[in-house]
């Protein structure tokens, strides 16, 4: 062991932020670049959009199949987003992957990151931002997956989130993706190097080694 032992857990993060912040993407370049980074697959009864498919994106799933989930206690968190649909990070997956010691992100809303400082306090909180409201409009335009109606919606629901900005312990402005990124990963990195993860702290004793340091000079003369 070297001197300083670190917890061999993994770190949980929790990544939120408004509507087409760019958290998705940010997450994906992460996973690229970092071996030791896992991102949790939530479960959710909303539609699929797109080109998402069941099991990659999301887990989808029936408000039944989800409450009886519920029911079992398999969820470290859910919420209700948008248009009352759940949304939930599935529990037990989460805990065995902190175990081998792998980093677990978690891209979920703010009523779900609410729910996981609760239960897990020491967990890294970030908050994406897009640099503009301008911008967050055209970006969720552009992406084209949602109504007119629907679109409101998470315009309306992202405002009362960015005002929930200070619950977070990071915020990171996304104007370039790969400089958001980059923010991100020295956050996880400077995390890391806390104090607060220490284990243990092994040192030789200091006579010991001041002897041997001694015993070795006088064979050098
Ligand atoms: P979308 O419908 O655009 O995929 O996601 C809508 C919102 O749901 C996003 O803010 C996303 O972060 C959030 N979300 C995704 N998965 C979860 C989850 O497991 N729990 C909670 N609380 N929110 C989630």
Same mark, same amino acid.
């Given at each position: ?21 760019? @958290? ?8 690229? +670049? &970092? *071996? %030791? ?6 479960? *959710?009864?909303?539609?699929? +959009?797109?080109?998402?498919? &069941?099991?990659? /994106? #999301?887990?989808?799933? =029936? ?14 968190? !859910?919420? $209700?987003?948008? !248009?009352?649909?759940? #949304? ?29 400082? /609760? ?17 967050? $409009?055209?970006?969720? +335009? %552009?992406?084209? =997956? ?12 992202? !405002?009362?989130?960015?005002? /929930?900005? =200070? @619950? !977070? &312990?990071?915020?990171?402005? &996304? ?7 980059? @923010?991100?990963?020295?956050?996880? =990195? ?27 000079? %006088?064979?050098?003369?």
């Amino acid at each position: 062991m070297g001197i300083i032992k670190t917890k061999s857990k993994g770190l949980l993060i929790v990544i939120s932020g408004p509507t087409a912040a760019g @958290k998705g993407t940010i997450c994906k370049k992460l996973v690229e +670049r &970092n *071996t %030791n980074l896992w991102v949790s697959t939530s479960m *959710t009864t909303r539609e699929p +959009r797109g080109t998402e498919q &069941n099991g990659v /994106e #999301y887990f989808f799933v =029936t408000t039944e199949e989800f409450e009886k989930k519920i029911e079992e206690d398999g969820f470290l968190e !859910y919420a $209700k987003v948008h !248009y009352g649909r759940y #949304y939930g990070t599935p529990k037990d997956i989460i805990f065995d992957k902190l175990d081998e010691g792998i980093d677990v992100i978690l891209e979920i809303d703010i009523q779900g990151a609410l729910k996981v400082q /609760e239960k897990v306090p020491e967990a890294l909180f970030i908050f994406i931002v897009p640099p503009t409201m301008e911008i967050l $409009k055209e970006r969720l +335009r %552009n992406r084209g =997956t949602e109504n007119e109606e629907q679109m409101l919606e998470r315009f309306k629901t992202a !405002y009362k989130e960015i005002n /929930e900005v =200070t @619950k !977070y &312990n990071y915020v990171v402005v &996304n104007d370039f993706v790969e400089t958001a990124t980059a @923010k991100v990963e020295a956050i996880i =990195t400077a995390e890391k190097c806390r104090v607060d993860r220490i284990e243990e702290v092994d040192l030789d004793s200091k006579e010991e080694t001041i002897h041997e340091s001694l015993v070795d000079l %006088n064979q050098e003369k």
